[in-house]
């Protein structure tokens, strides 16, 4: 089995930086990725990273349009943690931000966050922005 364990989450005012980080344990897996989801609305991806060392997407790295710019998503193989580093963060970024894992690639490719293609899932993390 594969747990992810998010840490991180906090109220911050307006312009501020945020840090998460998710921790994994268990099989190493494909494909990683952070989704959020805000009070009234549907979870939407954020951003994801191919984890997998041995293929050659390794570190490839794609964005939500919303973020491009300002968030940062990185993985520490050698500690098993998974970040991601917001910055100028505004009042929409207030959400309960998810940690995702998949075995697959496929969570990994397409310009669309694929909810369903990530089959494990941390309990979330609440980032409050005013």
């Known amino acids: 089995d594969v747990q992810l364990v998010e840490s991180g989450g906090a109220s911050v005012q307006a312009g501020g930086s945020l840090s998460l980080s998710c921790t994994s344990s268990g099989y190493e897996t494909t494909c990683m990725a952070w989704f959020r989801q805000a009070p009234g609305a549907e979870r939407e991806g954020v951003a994801r990273i191919y984890v997998d060392s041995s293929n050659s997407y390794y570190g490839t790295t794609h964005y939500a349009d919303s973020v491009k710019g300002r968030f940062t998503i990185s993985r520490d193989n050698a500690g098993n943690t998974l970040s991601l580093q917001m910055t100028s963060l505004q009042p929409e970024d207030t959400a309960m931000y998810y940690c995702?894992?998949?075995?697959?690639?496929?969570?990994?490719?397409?310009?669309?966050?694929?909810?369903?293609?990530?089959?494990?899932w941390g309990q979330g993390t609440q980032v409050t922005v005013s």
């Open positions: 995702a894992a998949t075995f697959s690639g496929f969570g990994c490719f397409g310009e669309d966050f694929r909810e369903d293609r990530f089959g494990i």
